[in-house]
């Protein structure tokens, strides 16, 4: 589960009363997307529709851990 933070996301949660499914903006193995511009030379092909927004103030990945053991996963 994925819990943002983020204030257009939020927004969103709240307007439709209902969770969002995400994953990060790259692709495997690859950098993190950090801007909208690389955001769309990267998925422009693939996703159909991109949310104007701020993308936020972090510059980490998110932490990602298991929720029966409570590893860190990363």
Not at 22 to 38: E, F, L, Y
Not at 54 to 69: P, R
Request: charged share 25%.
């Amino acid at each position: 589960i994925r819990v943002s933070n983020h204030e257009t996301i939020k927004e969103l949660c709240l307007k439709y009363n209902s969770p969002l499914i995400s994953t990060r903006a790259n692709i495997s193995g690859d950098p993190a997307v950090t801007t909208q511009k690389g955001f769309e030379k990267v998925f422009e092909k693939t996703i159909p529709y991109l949310v104007n927004g701020d993308i936020g103030k972090h510059t980490n990945t998110s932490i990602i851990n298991n929720m029966i053991t409570g590893e860190r996963i990363r």
